[in-house]
């Protein structure tokens, strides 16, 4: 989403890190630079002017101009503004009130609402331990009560029964009590869109909201129609009253304007961001996160707590302790390719590490894209178990075999296998004399928490708010605006990705076995 406003302002700033000192000269023609990065990202031209003039302020002070490393500083303030402009301190879905909890969803037709009426219930459900109703008021569109039946049986939660010919305001009556009645500690209400802003929809939301009395008013923008969703927010606040902002699509490839302005122009926090079409795909939003992901920082601790969400802890606990008895097969290094795609793929994982930005168009150049990961499982699956287990005995008529099998050649089993060796031949010296190292690994990131495959990713669950702060403060360690951490992907000079078998050993050029 932010990918061409993170190389415009990367470039910016890092043309001003490289001096020694800063003249108020430069500090505006660099200014001028960010108004247009953020102008083309089609953030709102009142919010980029109010944003350049609170930078301009703090940079040209004396403090800056005369700092050690003045570059540094005028990156930091615009972080801070950034952060600023995102909302300050990151704002979650308000459930304190009486049950049931309302939550009523506006939005114009197709900004995917219902989806994320789905994603929001299956979340309190499977994370909060709440019991849902979700209702579908919108009695326009086709089926649409029907869609949100299935995504109910789809996620195993409650949706209100369909009565034909009730009205919208009928309906959220009839939701709030049934969620009474059968003990539901939130109603999720799914109202009807318009494909633009009328008169009709705003009364019709109007009444609703009188009916139901929501406890949240969430406003659901896709984040592709850029300044359309920025009136879009200002129209809904005025008329109905909204308390935060969802923003669907954040994963596609818009310039991510409506994010940055949505919040500024309304003052109502974004408090949810959709990343996908799968109904987990859905994420709290956090201002300070984003910011560092748009300055090329890193967000260290989002990649943290996706780990932890989507590894498996039994079978990354098991691999822990074949790896400590230094074993690794071919099985197992499948397992750790499947878990690198839950956590997003070779792309996902490298734009939250820190000062990994420009790394992901190298790599893709050079072909080493999530479908690399593809092809090697389908090698992997189109051996025997025997095979996966015993890579030593596959001469040359089994590779033939597997090369058929998967749609791949002698050469790209060559390469796997090569790979294998080397992440082998480091379990090994792991599990052999250097079990103290193997240790160390496991609680490379904050010690306890989370077992196995991910080298020891805390349980984010049992983290207080000073642990969770001292995190974020190591990952911020690790390499800020422009700086590269040490360590490195073998061979690309980049960050080793905790626990992944040691990052993409043979991918690097490696030593011949």
Known sequence: ?????????????????????????????????????????????????????????????????????????????????????????????????????VIMMVGLQGSGKTTTTGKIAARMTNRDRKKVLMASLDTRRPAAQEQLKQIGEQTSVDTLPVIKGQDPVAIAKRAVQAAKLGGHDVVILDTAGRTHIDEPLMVEMADIRKQANPHEILLVADSLTGQDAVNLARNFDQRVGITGLVLTRMDGDGRGGAALSMRAVTGKPIKLIGTGEKM??????????????????????????????????????????????????????AEQLKQMQNM?????????????????????????????????????????????????????????????????????????????????????????????????????????????????????????????????KKAGSLGGAGGMP?????GLGGPKLPGLGGGFGGFGKGKKK
């Open 1 to 101: 989403m932010f990918e061409n406003l993170q190389d415009r302002l990367g470039s910016v700033l890092k043309g001003l890190t490289g001096r020694g000192s800063l003249s108020e000269a430069d500090v505006s023609a660099a200014l001028r630079e960010v108004r247009r990065a953020l102008l083309e990202a089609d953030v709102a031209l009142e919010v980029v002017r109010d944003f350049t003039a609170r930078v301009r302020e703090k940079a040209v002070g004396a403090e800056v101009l005369k700092s050690i490393k003045p570059g540094q500083m005028v990156v930091k303030i615009v972080h801070d503004e950034l952060v600023e402009m995102l909302g300050s301190e990151g704002v979650t879905l308000d459930l304190n009130a009486p049950a049931p909890v």
């Open 344 to 472: 997003g793929g070779m792309g996902g994982i490298m734009g939250l590490m820190p000062g990994m930005g420009g790394m992901k168009e190298k790599m893709a150049a050079a072909g080493m894209d999530d479908s690399v990961f593809k092809r090697q499982l389908a090698i992997i699956s189109s051996m025997t178990k025997y095979e996966r287990a015993h890579p030593d005995v596959l001469k040359n008529s089994r590779k033939k075999r597997i090369a058929a099998g998967s749609g791949t050649s002698a050469a790209d089993i060559n390469k796997l296998l090569k790979m294998h060796r080397q992440m082998s031949d480091m379990m090994k010296a792991m599990g052999g004399k250097g079990k103290g190292k193997m240790k160390q690994m496991m609680n490379m990131m904050g010690g306890g928490g989370m077992p196995g495959g991910m080298g020891g990713m805390p349980d984010l669950s049992k983290l207080d708010a000073n642990q969770l702060a001292e995190l974020e």
């Open 486 to 490: 040490s360590g490195g992907l073998p």
């Open 280 to 333: 987990d795909a859905l994420e709290e939003f956090h201002p300070k996160r984003i910011a560092d992901r748009i300055l090329g920082m890193g967000d260290i601790v989002s990649l943290v707590e996706k780990a932890s969400e989507t590894i498996d802890a039994e079978k990354a606990k098991a691999m822990a302790e074949k790896m400590a008895k230094g074993k690794f097969d071919l099985d197992d290094m």
